[in-house]
């Protein structure tokens, strides 16, 4: 988000590259007590406000916000309310979350996001915009069947706070950490719709076969259902045979 770096120096930053590589030494070897690190840090710091400087105040302040929440929270392992109580991450529920600082065509710092699955204390989130202004080209099951599904539109009759846009190619996992808080919950069908989508994008050979097999096993239910009807109608020729024959013998 910071584009404008004249005047700025990099070279302690630079140089402290060596203590990035994984290895014991550096794990074990404190900040605090190396000089090349604190010169960084304070080179980073006069950059950071340098860069803070030439943007919005939206912009400036999402970024200060974004990193204070990572020094507080980066190693929390759990969802907490704003009270401090421990909460579940549901599925299927919408949270404002930091998702932090991003590279180019990422969504970054806080909005809204969806929950379509969870693993091992980390939430798949379905990151969410208000973008109205490419509402109408995006993809719903019903409004707009045709159009790119990379995108979805997140209705207010579905559930959700407002008319939104589900940004479905930038799922991805996160830690609860970047969870800030808890919204609305969403209908059960849209959810399953939307994970559904989400399985075509992000692996469309598997649902593809997924879709195959759907209609396979509809195939064969559908000839199940028909074979029922025809044994059913055979045992009441049968037994209308039967009663027709007794009355002739007797």
């Not at 070897?29 to 919005?56: D, F």
Request: charged share 25%.
């Amino acid at each position: 988000m910071i584009k404008n770096t004249q005047n700025m120096f990099w070279s302690d930053i630079h140089a402290i590259k060596r203590f990035s590589e994984n290895t014991q030494e550096n794990k074990n070897k404190e900040a605090k007590k190396t000089s090349s690190i604190i010169l960084a840090s304070v080179q980073l710091m006069e950059n950071y406000i340098k860069g803070l400087k030439n943007l919005s105040a939206y912009d400036a302040s999402s970024i200060i916000l974004s990193d204070a929440n990572w020094i507080k929270r980066n190693s929390r392992i759990d969802f907490l309310s704003n009270d401090g109580n421990k909460l579940p991450i549901n599925i299927g529920t919408v949270y404002y979350i930091d998702f932090g600082n991003s590279f180019s065509g990422e969504l970054a710092y806080f909005h809204h996001g969806l929950c379509v699955g969870k693993k091992e204390g980390k939430a798949l989130i379905v990151p969410m915009t208000s973008g109205q202004k490419y509402f109408s080209t995006c993809y719903h099951p019903v409004n707009n069947p045709i159009a790119n599904k990379k995108y979805r539109q997140a209705l207010l009759s579905e559930g959700f706070g407002k008319d939104c846009v589900l940004k479905m190619n930038d799922t991805k996992f996160i830690s609860p950490g970047r969870i800030v808080e808890e919204t609305v919950s969403i209908n059960k069908d849209a959810l399953m719709q939307i994970q559904e989508q989400l399985l075509g994008i992000q692996f469309p050979l598997l649902y593809q076969k997924f879709i195959n097999l759907t209609k396979n096993l509809d195939k064969c239910n559908k000839q199940i259902s028909d074979q029922k009807r025809t044994i059913s109608e055979l045992k009441q020729e049968n037994n209308r045979l039967n009663m027709k024959l007794k009355k002739m013998q007797q």
